[in-house]
């Protein structure tokens, strides 16, 4: 096991544009917050009795879990979104969920898409839905390549 | 460093239907027993005096470290498999790999091409092969997105 | 959070063939030095006051944080190229970058693009420069598949 059980969870969202993908994805991450920090992917659950807490500073290089959604492009004109949703149970002991989804699109339709996924996740594990939260972002390709970005970060 | 070295490793698979290859995803990770973790991908290493064990409880929402395969489609008909080999040196004071593969296909191909891959792998570091272990799964798309997951946690 | 925050990191390149792209993969990892780690991917700040070591020897199997960037191709004849550049700022109480690129083509380009990258993420940050390493290697496909890896290893 790598760690111990997070207890708190951050939800951020941005976007960016830059000279490639990679610098537009690393311009997304500073307008989340999390720009200086080192992400680990995970795919994506909360923990029993972990809880949503506001941004926080972190230590700049910091090794931090988060699960995520992100999107390129580099096509003039083209919109793109990420969103995230957090799904926790009524039964507050038992884990919820987070969905990540990032699409060509607006962002109305992917938050709807990525409600339905934490909806059903919980209702596969034959859980009662207490919450659903969830981010979205979208941005339209004008110059250089652009990334939209949405996040959970588990701390 | 993130952490010490794993002492243990458990081997798990799974398959799931779902809204999306998403959910398809995590309910594969259901079915393989590992539904309620926070999965960290690593690649791949069995460090020398790392054995296996059968699964066993872990509090949610934990960061694990798992090499993993997966595949997911949407496809109607479609059949994809994903397995894993662990390939143990017969030098027990040296490294074991862990190989992943996933494809389009059925279970038996895909296990013979993971195990060929861990053979190799052995035999590219100058080790004789003390035992090489796998796991594999396949699923036919029905009526949802569908996923094949198989993955070695690593404890 | 997972862990403390990194306080060096180290430069690591190779090149590998193999039986699939995985195989060569390993392979490069392998000739990179790193072949017995479990790698953990992360994107990709150099903490401030984080110093370059020279490689160093790390127990098999230890799980570690490394930026990277990876290739592989099958296609005989194709040349592909991996780079990473670590872009420090003047203020060292401020955090570096890591930029990572790969693509087909040679070590030349992909070194100037990936440096560029690195000046322009710094830039971005409003941060002057006091710094850029960059590393690249490139490989062309003979027989079997083959990857170029060049990473950075934060320790």
Same mark, same amino acid.
């Given at each position: 096991?790598?760690?111990?059980?997070?207890?708190?969870?951050?939800?951020?969202?941005?976007?960016?544009?830059?000279?490639?993908?990679?610098?537009?994805?690393?311009?997304?991450?500073?307008?989340?917050?999390?720009?200086?920090?080192?992400?680990?992917?995970?795919?994506?659950?909360?923990?029993?009795?972990?809880?949503?807490?506001?941004?926080?500073?972190?230590?700049?290089?910091?090794?931090?879990?988060?699960?995520?959604?992100?999107?390129?492009?580099?096509?003039?004109? &083209?919109?793109? /979104?990420?969103? #995230?949703? *957090?799904?926790?149970?009524?039964?507050?002991?038992? =884990? @919820? !969920?987070?969905?990540?989804?990032?699409?060509?699109?607006?962002?109305?339709?992917?938050?709807?898409?990525?409600?339905?996924?934490?909806?059903?996740?919980?209702?596969?594990?034959?859980?009662?839905?207490?919450?659903? &939260?969830?981010? /979205?972002?979208? #941005?339209? *390709?004008?110059?250089?390549?652009?990334?939209?970005? =949405? @996040? !959970?970060?588990?701390?």
């Amino acid at each position: 096991m790598i760690s111990t059980v997070p207890r708190n969870f951050v939800i951020v969202s941005g976007t960016g544009e830059g000279y490639t993908p990679l610098n537009a994805f690393d311009a997304a991450l500073g307008t989340s917050g999390i720009g200086d920090l080192n992400l680990v992917k995970v795919s994506s659950i909360v923990p029993p009795h972990c809880t949503r807490i506001e941004p926080q500073a972190i230590a700049p290089g910091t090794l931090i879990a988060i699960a995520y959604a992100a999107k390129t492009s580099t096509l003039h004109g &083209e919109v793109i /979104a990420a969103a #995230v949703a *957090v799904g926790l149970p009524e039964d507050e002991t038992r =884990a @919820g !969920v987070i969905m990540e989804y990032s699409a060509l699109g607006h962002k109305q339709e992917v938050e709807e898409i990525v409600i339905t996924m934490a909806q059903k996740a919980l209702e596969s594990r034959g859980l009662k839905i207490r919450s659903i &939260e969830s981010r /979205a972002i979208e #941005v339209k *390709v004008e110059h250089d390549a652009v990334a939209a970005f =949405a @996040g !959970v970060v588990l701390i």
